[in-house]
């Protein structure tokens, strides 16, 4: 009798499984379907649709579920069979609807090859149960792969599929860096930091390189961006918002990383490396109306003159030879002898042995910082732990404190060469500056244009006149007696010296 009634009802079928369900004992929808219209058979089910859907049961917002419960409320059928009511419901909205469904008589059959449902009291008690199992189980499912991502996270661990320029270390359970590709993120970063490239041109130099995203695809502009801001390739972990100390090999420095974030920042445009056809075009001013400086050929030969695009200026041509003369001239005035060359590299070079030797002490005090560092997140955890300071303020002082952590370890790791580097940079001054001389006699112009660069700055011409202002330390050698950088007189008759030894840390780049 119960087998007739079935067959006169009308039920629908629904199957469910989604990707992000790690149940091994989960059946694929394939062998549901096929289970279920095995059952079906055997019980005489009057099957009237199917409903097949591959999503997560989670949470509420299921296509094909809300319209099945739909056409139930129409009275389109009385009942549902399924594998087990976990394919129904996996929260408590979804479960609600079906119970309610139940009590309202709009389903009266539900059927589960492994489950015994029966529209009575007892049934929907039983229902209720499975329903709340089933959402049990995946909050705590989901707490459990939480917990372990706090876990991974806390010790410096990338929780999830590698990243470009890493690859997943069973092994080790960590990430390690992938040697070919990360050559190419490291010039990525480098590229961009010079502010002269966009991204769509480092997308299309690295691209050529061989750098390929996953499955081998060609990496967007889009992807650059997103990789030139992520802070895992100096070392650090940024997950929900909260910064973590990684454990992994970094691919670029901080120091790489936020002259990056910089440019980024300012939108600075990249300057395009065309060649001009014209060896001074836009590198000198009007000295008189400030309007740039243009070139044009008249008669076989090259003349400087005001654009004037501001106002009348009654500066007249310049001849390009005559002012490339003049160039040569004032690099002449930052000349040094080899004899003070040689005596003010020897200086240098002692100075710096007596400074590495008092800063090794400073270098003892980062380190002595880093711990106390350390100890400070230790006793903030404990805090946060002990319920006495909140999960927002915990994460604000943590971050403040990995911040200073990096910068702090990248110091101690580059403490040898930075400490010498002021001195490297002087001496490379010292010698660039004897080699003046052989700047000014170059052929070349774009030689010698690039050393009065490198030397001055604001180069503008009036009358027919080169004007520029020295950089230091190029300026106390250019306002100084030649004859006391020349040789002619010795170091102890030079009362630049000690002006000079002040300036000493001038970056002369």
């Known amino acids: 009798m119960d087998n007739i009634n079935l067959q006169t009802k009308k039920i629908f079928l629904y199957a469910r499984k989604s990707t992000d369900e790690p149940e091994r004992q989960v059946l694929s929808i394939e062998a549901q379907m096929f289970e279920l219209r095995e059952f079906a058979k055997k019980e005489r089910l009057n099957i009237v649709r199917e409903f097949v859907e591959s999503k997560t049961a989670k949470e509420p917002g299921r296509e094909i579920f809300n319209e099945m419960v739909a056409c139930i409320e129409k009275n389109e059928a009385e009942g549902i069979l399924a594998w087990h009511p976990d394919r129904l419901a996996r929260n408590s909205i979804d479960g609600g609807r079906i119970i309610y469904l139940v009590d309202t008589g709009k389903i009266t059959t539900l059927k589960f090859p492994t489950f015994w449902f029966d529209p009575t009291p007892q049934g929907k008690f039983m229902l209720s149960i499975a329903f709340g199992q089933s959402k049990y189980y995946v909050d705590n499912l989901s707490e459990n792969i939480k917990r372990g991502i706090r876990q991974k996270l806390r010790n410096g661990i990338w929780p999830a599929w590698a990243p470009l320029g890493y690859v997943n270390d069973k092994n080790a359970r960590c990430i390690a860096v992938d040697k070919e590709k990360a050559k190419y993120i490291k010039r990525a970063f480098e590229m961009y930091a010079t502010g002269e490239y966009p991204l769509a041109q480092i997308r299309k130099i690295i691209n050529s390189l061989g750098l390929v995203g996953k499955k081998g695809k060609m990496l967007s502009v889009s992807n650059y961006q997103y990789m030139l ?47 001009k056809p014209y060896v001074y075009r836009g590198f000198f001013r009007c000295g008189e109306c400030g309007c740039f400086i243009t070139t044009e050929t008249q008669k076989g030969h090259n003349y400087l003159r005001c654009t ?110 930075k400490s010498n580097n002021r001195f490297e940079l002087m001496i490379a001054f010292l010698k660039e500056a004897n080699q003046a001389e052989k ?53 102890a008759q030079n009362p630049n010296f000690e002006n000079w030894r002040k300036g000493r840390d001038s970056n002369s780049r």
């Open 229 to 275: 801001k992520n802070k895992i390739y100096y070392g650090m972990i940024e997950y929900n918002g909260e910064l973590y100390d990684g454990k992994h090999e970094p691919i670029i420095t901080k120091k790489l990383f936020d002259s990056v974030q910089e440019v980024m920042a300012n939108k600075s445009k990249p300057k395009s490396p065309k060649l």
């Open 439 to 491: 700047y000014a006699q170059q052929e070349n112009p774009e030689r010698i244009r690039d050393f009065l660069k490198k030397i001055g700055s604001n180069f503008r011409i009036a009358d027919r006149t080169l004007a520029c202002d020295f950089k230091n330390p190029f300026k106390i050698l250019a306002e100084a007696e030649p004859r006391l950088w020349r040789g002619e007189a010795t170091i």
């Open 308 to 417: 004037k695009r501001k106002n009348p200026c009654p500066q007249r041509y310049a001849r390009e030879d005559a002012i490339t003369s003049q160039i040569r001239e004032e690099i002449k005035k930052v000349s040094l002898s080899s004899a003070w060359a040689n005596a003010s590299i020897n200086y240098f070079e002692n100075e710096k042995m007596k400074i590495a030797q008092a800063e090794s002490s400073f270098a003892q005090k980062a380190r002595d910082e880093l711990v106390e560092i350390e100890t400070k997140l230790d006793r903030l955890l404990d805090l946060q732990l002990d319920g006495n300071l909140s999960q927002a303020e915990y994460t604000v002082k943590k971050y403040k404190l990995i911040l200073a952590k990096k910068d702090l370890e990248e110091k101690i790791h580059l403490f040898g060469r």
